[in-house]
């Protein structure tokens, strides 16, 4: 059966410390790694798509790494804007349409 | 960039009515649209995939005629829960796969409808 878990279930951090999420997976060969950032209330918002072990993204003050059995979400010197909900999921190779989510990380970043 | 719009953000309905989700992409076409439900502090569970001009394929436990989707247009989806109940009070999100910048098997999704049944 195609897992996401998702690690720690929240974080606490202050402002300029650096830190980084985990994103486990087993799936019947992977498409695609998905991170999503979600905002109380809102839909999740697109961040990135890995495809492969050893591909890395990076946007302003995150970057997403992917290994065979795992991804990393790293935060560098994360601000009070970006406490929200991380989500990952991932696309496996049966039933590709699908996206099969983790229960997420809630992030709180203290000024 | 590629937006998905959802509609309304927030319905409170009485129960035994019915209510209906809307589900648009704005600049792109999405022949294949997602419906999910989303529980306090839990995840998104699918709930049914809906391809335009034909019928929607729903999740394993999820009422097809309790959760009636339809998916007439490209850019359309719509979710409707009939005789609605307070235990269907939950977030709704959909989501539409193909839009720019995301990724080949990226999706983008809509900002959620908050359905609470009283």
């Known amino acids: 059966e195609d897992q996401v878990t998702q690690s720690p279930e929240a974080l606490r951090l202050q402002e300029g410390e650096s830190s980084s999420l985990n994103c486990s997976y087993t799936v019947s060969g992977l498409r695609g790694l998905f991170w999503y950032r979600q905002d109380p209330g809102k839909g999740p918002e697109f961040l990135f798509t890995l495809y492969s072990a050893g591909e890395e993204k990076e946007k302003e003050r995150l970057k997403a790494t992917l290994t065979k059995k795992e991804s990393f979400l790293h935060i560098t010197a994360p601000k009070p804007e970006d406490s929200a909900t991380y989500l990952c999921a991932v696309t496996p190779y049966t039933g590709f349409q699908k996206l099969v989510f983790g229960t997420g990380t809630r992030l709180l970043v203290s000024p | 960039g590629a937006v998905v719009s959802q509609h309304p953000s927030r319905v409170i309905c009485k129960s035994g009515t019915s209510v209906k989700i809307e589900c648009r992409s704005l600049?792109?076409?999405?022949?294949?649209m997602f419906w999910y439900r989303q529980f306090p502090k839990q995840s998104l569970m699918l709930m049914a995939t809906s391809n335009e001009g034909s019928k929607a394929t729903y999740e394993q436990g999820v009422e097809k005629d309790k959760f009636l989707i339809n998916h007439a247009s490209l850019t359309l989806s719509t979710l409707t829960v009939t005789s609605a109940h307070p235990e269907d009070s939950s977030f709704y999100i959909c989501?539409?796969?193909?839009?720019?910048?995301?990724?080949?098997?990226?999706?983008?999704f809509g900002s959620g409808t908050r359905l609470t049944v009283v």
């Open positions: 600049d792109f076409q999405a022949t294949t």
């Open positions: 989501s539409a796969r193909g839009a720019p910048g995301t990724g080949d098997y990226g999706y983008t």
